[in-house]
């Protein structure tokens, strides 16, 4: 390439870089930073489109019900192709401008990013108050978490979207193995905290070795340390985590942030 196709490539990716963008909605001008977007051209899923310029866009910080998208033998969970109409409604054919809180990429080379149609409209809000997402957060991309969990419940409270279905219930620690596998949420109370082998767990019941127990690593609890957190604090506290449920001395769920349990009664 010679000096000045150089100069020039390099011209062009300033101006794409500094574009005018759309300011962000009040709520989230200091939690994301605003960034050039793009026509929406097509819908995948609940949770993930592609933008004109070609870019595949997942919806960070939600998670809609699952499309097979090609996978054998995967069965749609409940309410995904409503998912997908509603964000073609909510996005095909206009401009949408990004928002990055976090991560910028993942490894099948998507953009994860928050996306804010011309009006201010925050679409994984707009997913998330219609009951057709849940809150689904990472350890590298928790901003506006706290937002999204208030919109979330509302539409939980109201049983709208995927609320009113039984595969999205909120499980107690008593019936959380019927649901190993899956993604969920489980609400109860905390019986004991304890210490082993360079983790912390969070357990449910007197029995470790077969009750439902949350599990940290020394740089999730690090994370809470860092939030003022002191996890020794949660027993007898009643919580909701949420998080992949696993089969490990009983059913249990990996935190990695504090933005996947919530305290509901102190």
């Known amino acids: 390439m010679s000096s000045l196709?150089?100069?020039?490539?390099?011209?062009?990716?300033?101006?794409?870089?500094?574009a005018p963008v759309a300011a962000l909605p009040d709520a989230l001008a200091g939690v994301l930073e605003a960034a050039p977007g793009g026509e929406a051209t097509t819908v995948v899923d609940?949770?993930?489109?592609?933008?004109?310029?070609?870019?595949?866009?997942?919806?960070?910080?939600?998670?809609?019900?699952?499309?097979?998208l090609g996978r054998a033998g995967f069965q749609a969970w409940p309410l995904?192709?409503?998912?997908?109409?509603?964000?073609?409604d909510l996005t095909l054919g206009r401009e949408l401008e990004l928002g990055f809180g976090g991560r910028r990429g993942d490894r099948h080379g998507r953009v994860l990013a928050h996306l804010f149609d011309s009006d201010g409209r925050w679409i994984q809000g707009e997913m998330l108050r219609a009951g057709l997402a849940r809150v689904y957060s990472f350890a590298d991309n928790r901003a506006a978490v706290a937002e999204m969990l208030a919109l979330e419940?509302?539409?939980?409270?109201?049983?709208?979207?995927?609320?009113?279905?039984?595969?999205?219930?909120?499980?107690?620690?008593?019936?959380?193995?019927?649901?190993?596998?899956?993604?969920?949420?489980?609400?109860?109370?905390?019986?004991?905290?304890?210490?082993?082998?360079?983790?912390?767990?969070?357990?449910?019941?007197?029995?470790?070795?077969?009750?439902?127990?949350?599990?940290?690593?020394?740089?999730?609890?690090?994370?809470?340390?860092?939030?003022?957190?002191?996890?020794?604090?949660?027993?007898?506290?009643?919580v909701r985590v949420r998080g992949w449920l696993k089969s490990y001395n009983g059913p249990m769920i990996e935190v990695t942030h504090p933005e996947q349990?919530?305290?509901?009664e102190e």
């Open 46 to 68: 609940g949770d993930t489109l592609v933008l004109s310029d070609g870019r595949e866009v997942r919806l960070v910080g939600i998670q809609a019900p699952k499309l097979p």
């Open 153 to 238: 419940q509302a539409a939980r409270l109201a049983r709208r979207g995927i609320w009113a279905d039984s595969f999205y219930a909120v499980r107690s620690p008593e019936d959380s193995e019927r649901w190993l596998g899956g993604f969920e949420l489980v609400e109860g109370r905390i019986f004991a905290v304890g210490r082993g082998g360079g983790r912390t767990y969070l357990n449910f019941a007197e029995d470790w070795r077969e009750d439902f127990t949350i599990a940290l690593d020394r740089g999730a609890v690090e994370l809470f340390d860092a939030r003022g957190i002191d996890l020794k604090t949660f027993e007898g506290k009643t």
């Open 261 to 264: 349990i919530e305290v509901l």
């Open 80 to 88: 995904a192709e409503e998912a997908k109409a509603y964000l073609e």
């Open 5 to 18: 196709s150089r100069v020039f490539s390099a011209f062009c990716l300033l101006l794409l870089t500094t």
